[in-house]
Each structure stands twice: as C-alpha cells, then as structure tokens.
C-alpha cells in the first residue's frame, strides 16, 4: 500500500480548488502545511476542519499539504476523503457535510427539460455560479469530462456538491460512467437528492434494469437526502447504432426513466460518419429515439451542439430539433442557454392556435358533444394534447398569462 496520494488541481489557471498532499504517518498526530492567499484570515480556522475530517475517517497521524486556490469546504473536504480512500480503500467511513436546506427540492417526471447544462465533475468552479444561468437541468459529468485517473477522486466533489450548492430550482442531473463503474457511481449520488441518473452510451434495456435496481436498493437502505425514498428517475443516452435499434425496450425499460437522449458524437463515430451541422448522417438516429420516446411515454432529448460560439447554427439545430419532436437541447456552455430557450418555445401563431384548440375542447366538454370541430376541421384527442402541452409551456415561459381565458 502507498501511504502518499495527491488529490486535486492546483496551478495559475486553477480556481475554487484545491491540491492535497497526503502522507500517512506512524505518530505524531497531524501536521497541516497550507499554501493560501487567504491564510491569515482563513488558516487556523482550515487546519482545524481539516483535522476534524481525518478524524472522522479514522485517521490518527498524517501529514498534510494544501495549496488553496480559493477552495470552499465542500470541496476541501472532497479532496481530503479522495486521498484518504486512495491510501485506504477499504476504509468504509464517510465525512458528509450537512445537507443544505437549498439542496432539498424535488422533481417531477415530466418536468421542463429544454436546457440541460453539462458541469465536469471534477471542476467545481464552473458548479458554484450554474444556477443563475437557469437552465432547466444542470448535469455534474462523471464520465466523458473527466479524465479516468481522477474519476474514483471526483465522485466525492459530485456528492458533496448535491449536499452543499444552490442549485437555484434547476433539475439536478449526475451523468455516471458505463458499466460497473458506473453502478458504482450511484452510491455517491443517490443518497443525496440527485434528481435523474444519464446513463451513457446505453444499448441494453437491462442496463436500464440494473441502474434501476440499484438506485431502488440504496434509496431503500439510506434514503433520497430529503427523508424520502426517491424516485430517482433515469436518462438513457443513445450514442450507437445498437442503441438506436434497441431505442424503444431501452425507453420503455423503467417507469422510471423519464427521457431518452442521443449523443450525436459518439454516434457518429459508431457509424463511421463526420458529424456535420446540417446533420444528415443523423437524421435517421433522431427521429427514431423521438418515436422511441413517444411511444413509450417519455421525453425525447436532443445532443448537445458542440460550437459554442456558433450561436446561428444552434440555433437552425434547435428549431430542426424542435421540428423533429424534440422537446429538449443539451448545452456545454452558458451561453448557448437562452438560444435554446428562445429556440423551443412556441411561436405567438403557434400558441394562438393551441388556444383556440383548448377553447373549442373545453367548449365541446360543457355541452356534452362526443366531436371537437375548430370551422370545418375535427379535432382529434392527440390534437389537443399537443395544444395543451403547447399552453402550458407558454405559461410556463410567461408568455402567456394562467387566466388567458378571462382575457378579452
């Protein structure tokens, strides 16, 4: 066994982080050696937290060296249990800082998914500030953003930043790794109200399965983080051709799962073609996870639109998106957003439309007529589930007041 490791990120371009240097030792007690331009203020009060953290994992005499680059407890504390559980990974305790009133929100399944902003899960600089973007859902990546050597290491920044940052109402999503890696994963987010589970690169309904029950078991053995047992709901991510045949049992698999996503550049290298803006190497892909979704009940999510400074292009891809039956974008920076938001709302002729659709049900209900007419033309039931959901989303959007039909 080592009984050195070093955790965590320092340099000039390094911001709200920290690096750990930790040395386990036969005696002595604990030694804290600290590199900060805060330590004046901060230093006595940081070397007695992270006392009080060792202590709690069971750790009696250790050597410690931090270089603090503006670094908030969550984070000291995540970056000392890594290097900790480096030296020891059988060491089983945990130190969880309290649970933030802030962090104890709820969702729903189907829950406003326009906007979903990927955060890596090893950065928490970029986790701090997310929420006031206001997307609908943040992501914390532990898989394709983070580099695998620090993937164990960063688990417990995810977790404790679902205990600490104020997430301001968004969704909070975690994307776990593949496999068992990623079965592994959920023990450090589960407990701790993560809303939707992505499970990536997904071809296999009983992946679907696996997660589920893994999810149910822990929930069941320590709860969601907010005195309840969940749900925790699940994404599946189509990113192969195997997974674009086998989209609909992978969206039907659980009640559980609540969207369905395709990753356009992983699927395109599947299939051995360049991912172009206008998209046509994709399109067969994108309408079937739309079908796929549909016909089991859920949300279709469209990828991510890799240009962040294109915001033309994503926007074409957004209306193309919305126009396939997507209801939803990923997004990898802040910036892309309100694109998103402005792109997927409904037009005022669309919501004029769905208005009149509405009225015309509703009027057709009170007097007890088995057939909805707009003028000359029949309003089916799926027509006015389209209309509703279409209201609702401009309420939603405040671009239409609730009591519309009070307005004259």
């Known amino acids: 066994m080592p009984d050195v490791a070093e955790v965590g990120r320092k340099g000039e371009d390094v911001k709200s982080d920290c690096w750990v240097r930790l040395e386990l030792t036969s005696s002595g007690g604990f030694v804290v050696e600290q590199t900060s331009k805060v330590s004046v203020m901060y230093g006595k009060q940081n070397e007695a937290f992270i006392k009080e953290i060792l202590t709690a994992l069971s750790v009696e005499n250790a050597k410690v060296t ?65 929420g006031i973007y206001k997307p609908d859902a943040i992501i914390l990546d532990l898989e394709d953003a983070v580099a695998p050597p620090v993937k164990e290491d960063t ?28 079965i592994k994963d959920l023990d450090y987010i589960v407990p701790h109200n993560v809303h939707v589970v992505l499970i990536p690169k997904c071809e296999d309904p009983d992946m679907v399965r696996k997660v589920d029950a893994r999810c149910k078991a822990i929930l069941e053995e320590k709860g969601d983080g907010k005195g309840g047992k ?45 991912r172009t803006n206008e998209g046509r190497e994709s399109h067969h892909a994108r309408c079937a996870v739309v079908n796929a979704a549909r016909a089991a009940g ?27 039956g997507f209801d939803g974008k990923g997004c990898i920076h802040p910036r892309q957003i309100k694109v998103i938001h402005d792109a997927f709302a409904p037009t005022p002729a669309e919501i004029d439309k769905a208005k009149k659709i509405v009225l015309a049900y509703e009027q057709a209900e009170r007097e007890g007529k088995g057939v909805v007419a707009l003028g000359t033309k029949m309003i089916d039931p799926p027509v006015v589930k389209r209309a509703l959901k279409t209201v609702n989303l401009a309420i939603t959007m405040g671009l239409l007041k609730k009591d519309w039909r009070d307005a004259k």
Do not use: W
Request: aromatic letters at 6%; a positive charge.
């Open 66 to 130: 931090i270089v603090d680059t503006g670094a908030v407890p969550f984070v000291i504390a995540a970056r000392l249990e890594a290097a900790v559980k480096r030296l020891q990974p059988h060491n089983k305790k945990e130190y969880l800082l309290e649970m933030d009133k802030k962090c104890l929100y709820g969702t729903t399944k189907d829950r406003l998914r326009r906007s979903r902003l990927y955060i890596p899960g090893d950065q928490p600089k970029f986790m701090l500030n997310a």
């Open 155 to 182: 688990r417990f920044v995810v977790r404790n930043a679902l205990r600490k940052v104020d997430f301001m109402g968004c969704e909070r999503h975690v994307r776990i790794n593949q496999g068992e890696m990623g």
């Open 230 to 274: 969940g749900p925790v709901y699940l994404m599946p991510i189509i990113e192969s051709g195997l997974g674009v045949v086998r989209a609909y049992p992978i969206a039907s698999a659980t009640d559980t799962v609540c969207a369905l996503g395709i990753g356009l550049e992983d699927y395109t290298a599947d299939i051995g073609a360049q």
């Open 298 to 324: 859920v949300q279709p999510i469209d990828s991510v639109f890799s240009d962040v400074q294109d915001m033309e292009s994503l926007k074409a891809s957004c209306l193309e998106a919305k126009a396939l």
